[in-house]
T-cell receptor, first 113, second 111 residues
Framework: NAGVTQTPKFQVLKTGQSMTLQCAQD?????MSWYRQDPGMGLRLIHY???????DQGEVPNGYNVSRSTTEDFPLRLLSAAPSQTSVYFC????????????FGNGTRLTVT | DAKTTQPPSMDCAEGRAANLPCNHSTISGNEYVYWYRQIHSQGPQYIIH???NNETNEMASLIITEDRKSSTLILPHATLRDTAVYYCIVRGTSGTYKYIFGTGTRLKVLA
């Protein structure tokens, strides 16, 4: 039972480069979301989705794009990486039925130089 | 979305109960209280949640006040492995479903 899978685990980018962080879940969850966590800080919501074709902005969406073409996948795109985007990124999912808790992936550690 | 307030840090002696408070004074009727913890830089781990009644599972107990404006997570016999950051979150079961995390409480269990 894989749960929420994030790839890659580590990534180093140069300023201005673009890349996509991958997130996949095998629990048929409607809700998926991306968080970033800066050193010593809490988690901040970037974008979220409540189903295929539906996305919305969270607390810190600038510099990031998302799409949700399938229930399973929710990629996060950095269009032009900046040093301020150096962070650990977590993907999470849950059912929208009832009081289902959030399930997290193991994170992607991104460094932008 | 209801916000939560937690103390930034707490210490607890190993083997004693750890009581972690959370204030959620703007919680609405259909919002649940969820607790997660994060050890080092791992993904947050779900602990327990509740609506209005007290809840207990193999990890912890959750006490919610009658007016639902605050709650307490209880780790009955804290161990060194319980050293982590603990997050209290409220989330509804309809509408946007989004989870907003605060800064949490850094619990240090002392030997």
């Amino acid at each position: 039972n894989a749960g929420v899978t994030q790839t890659p685990k580590f990534q180093v980018l140069k300023t201005g480069q673009s890349m996509t962080l991958q997130c996949a879940q095998d629990m048929n969850h409607e809700y998926m979301s991306w968080y970033r966590q800066d050193p010593g800080m809490g988690l901040r919501l970037i974008h979220y989705s409540v189903g295929a074709g539906i996305t919305d902005q969270g607390e810190v969406p600038n510099g990031y794009n998302v799409s949700r073409s399938t229930t399973e996948d929710f990629p996060l795109r950095l269009l032009s990486a900046a040093p301020s985007q150096t962070s650990v990124y977590f993907c999470a999912s849950s059912s929208v039925t009832g009081d289902s808790p959030l399930h997290f992936g193991n994170g992607t550690r991104l460094t932008v130089t | 979305d209801a916000k939560t307030t937690q103390p930034p840090s707490m210490d607890c002696a190993e083997g004693r109960a750890a009581n972690l408070p959370c204030n959620h004074s703007t919680i609405s009727g259909n919002e649940y209280v969820y607790w997660y913890r994060q050890i080092h830089s791992q993904g947050p781990q779900y602990i327990i949640h509740g609506l209005k009644n007290n809840e207990t599972n193999e990890m912890a107990s959750l006490i919610i006040t009658e007016d639902r404006k605050s709650s307490t997570l209880i780790l009955p016999h804290a161990t060194l492995r319980d050293t982590a950051v603990y997050y209290c979150i409220v989330r509804g079961t309809s509408g946007t479903y989004k989870y907003i995390f605060g800064t949490g409480t850094r619990l240090k269990v002392l030997a």
